[in-house]
Structures are given as C-alpha cells and as structure tokens.
C-alpha cells in the first residue's frame, strides 16, 4: 500500500520530505538530466518525490515521466501525480488509470467534485492496485481563503469548508490531505479532525512562506518542497537542512 512505502522511505531515510521535482528548463534534454541529477544527488535525504505539469506537459508521461518514476523507484521512494482531478467519474478513471500505468503510487484529488461518480471509482480503482489517494484540503496560496474558509451548512451548524473536505477525506478513507504550510493554525484545525487515521502533507515551504518547523509542530507529517532545495545553491544542504526536522 502507499502508505506502508512511503512510511518505509520516511524511516530509512529519516526524512519527512516529498521533492517537488517542478524543474523549469529550456529544453527536454536538460530537464531529463536535471530530474536524474537532483534525484541522483537528493535520494537518500527525502521520502518521495511529487511530480506536477511542469514535467508531464513537455516530457510527457509515457515518453519522458514514466522513466523519471522507474528511476524514483529504483531509490526504493513513491512517486506522487499531483493532478489534482478535478472531473466527473468516467473521465476521473481514464486520468488515474493512466497515471498508475505510468508507475505512480498515489495522485491528489480535489474533494469538491464528491463521492458518487467523482471519487469513488478513483479511490476503488487505486486501493484495488495498493496505490493512494490524496485529498486537497487546503491550499497554500493566499487566494485560498475565498472558498477553502466559505462556511457551508452540512446538516448541523455552518462550518468551514476546510473542516467538511476533512470529516469526508477520513469518511472516504483516503490516503492522505493536503493543508498548506502557510496556514500552521489550520493544520492544527484539520489534525483534530483526522486525528493519527491520515497523514497530512503540507506544500508551500520556504518559498511561499510557510515554515517547516511549524508545520510539523501542528500535526503535518510531510513537508512538500519545491523551489526551496531544486533552486537553492547547494541542493544537498538545504534537504539536509530540512530532514534535520525528523523526529
Ligand atoms: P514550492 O516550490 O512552493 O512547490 O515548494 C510546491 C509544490 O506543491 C504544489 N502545491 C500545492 N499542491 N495543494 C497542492 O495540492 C497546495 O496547496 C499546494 N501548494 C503548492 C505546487 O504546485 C508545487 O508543485
């Protein structure tokens, strides 16, 4: 399961961190070299590698991505699509059966779209093949809070849409939630609901102002970083910087 090898990762490496691997370059070449050289350099101090547009739309996922996961695997890390789906149950199958052909473990879902005919037959197609599901629950941008912080009536008295997203994400029981790092109070929030049943995953590190430390003080298990360790001068100490978090 996704979650056993992720958890697995986590120990051996003694590291909390998922590579954001959103490598920007001017050509394909240089962008399957740069992947293979951070993952090369960075393997032993992270937990999995999280994978977004900026690499499926110019490699494409069976031309250039799929060997990117081959080589995340032979690290013995997961690899995350962070596809946010979005759509309806028919269309929703045809994305993640094609993302788990490509060898990824687990992709990430926008909870909006529901259960029937939205997610259901994303999250029976995924632990039906040991791969997870990971709901976003709250974002890290500023914009955010227009609607992730909408009070929504749900049968008793109005609450937030953040907390809804995360009494469904732990009836649904997906894999895992994603809170964003810049809004630690809110991981807090979200951890009361979830309790030890989900882990949560928090981007939006460094960059875009979240802070480790405090993330993982409200109940965040895993840290998403990007641009923070790929740009930084010296990769390899940045992500040793961070790992020194685990605990
Ligand atoms: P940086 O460079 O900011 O990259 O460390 C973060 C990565 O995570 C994605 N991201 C999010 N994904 N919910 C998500 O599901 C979020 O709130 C969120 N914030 C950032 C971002 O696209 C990038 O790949």
């Given at each position: 399961?996704?979650?056993?090898?992720?958890?697995?990762?986590?120990?051996?490496?003694?590291?909390?961190?998922?590579?954001?691997?959103?490598?920007?370059?001017?050509?394909?070449?240089?962008?399957?070299?740069?992947?293979?050289?951070l993952?090369?350099?960075?393997?032993?101090?992270?937990?999995a590698?999280?994978?977004?547009?900026?690499?499926?739309?110019?490699?494409?996922?069976?031309?250039?991505?799929?060997?990117?996961?081959?080589?995340?695997?032979?690290?013995?890390?997961?690899?995350?699509?962070?596809?946010?789906?979005?759509?309806?149950?028919?269309?929703?199958?045809?994305?993640?059966?094609?993302?788990?052909?490509?060898g990824?473990?687990?992709?990430?879902?926008?909870?909006?779209?529901?259960?029937?005919?939205?997610?259901?037959?994303?999250?029976?197609?995924?632990?039906?093949?040991g791969?997870?599901?990971?709901?976003?629950?709250?974002?890290?941008?500023?914009?955010?809070?227009?609607?992730?912080?909408?009070?929504?009536?749900?049968?008793?008295?109005p609450?937030?849409?953040?907390?809804?997203?995360?009494?469904?994400?732990?009836?649904?029981?997906?894999?895992?939630?994603?809170?964003?790092?810049t809004?630690p109070?809110?991981?807090?929030?979200?951890k009361?609901?979830?309790?030890?049943?989900?882990?949560?995953?928090?981007?939006?590190?460094?960059?875009?102002?979240?802070?480790?430390?405090?993330?993982?003080?409200m109940?965040?298990?895993?840290?998403?970083?990007?641009?923070?360790?790929?740009?930084?001068?010296n990769?390899?100490?940045?992500?040793?910087?961070?790992?020194?978090?685990?605990?």
């Amino acid at each position: 399961m996704f979650k056993d090898k992720i958890g697995k990762a986590s120990e051996k490496n003694r590291s909390r961190i998922v590579l954001a691997l959103d490598l920007v370059e001017a050509s394909r070449e240089k962008l399957l070299r740069k992947s293979f050289s951070l993952l090369e350099n960075l393997s032993n101090l992270i937990c999995a590698v999280k994978i977004n547009r900026h690499l499926v739309l110019p490699l494409g996922l069976f031309d250039g991505v799929k060997k990117i996961v081959g080589f995340i695997h032979r690290f013995g890390l997961p690899a995350i699509m962070d596809c946010k789906i979005n759509d309806i149950g028919s269309t929703n199958l045809i994305i993640a059966k094609n993302y788990f052909r490509a060898g990824f473990d687990a992709l990430t879902v926008n909870p909006i779209i529901g259960f029937e005919d939205g997610l259901k037959p994303v999250l029976s197609l995924a632990h039906k093949n040991g791969k997870g599901v990971i709901t976003v629950v709250y974002m890290s941008h500023k914009g955010a809070k227009e609607f992730y912080e909408r009070k929504v009536l749900d049968g008793g008295k109005p609450k937030p849409q953040y907390i809804l997203f995360a009494e469904k994400s732990l009836r649904w029981k997906v894999d895992g939630v994603v809170v964003g790092a810049t809004k630690p109070r809110k991981i807090g929030e979200i951890k009361k609901v979830l309790g030890e049943k989900i882990p949560i995953y928090s981007p939006g590190i460094g960059v875009q102002g979240g802070k480790a430390e405090k993330a993982l003080k409200m109940g965040s298990s895993f840290l998403i970083v990007g641009r923070k360790i790929i740009n930084a001068k010296n990769p390899i100490k940045e992500a040793e910087r961070i790992r020194m978090l685990y605990g």
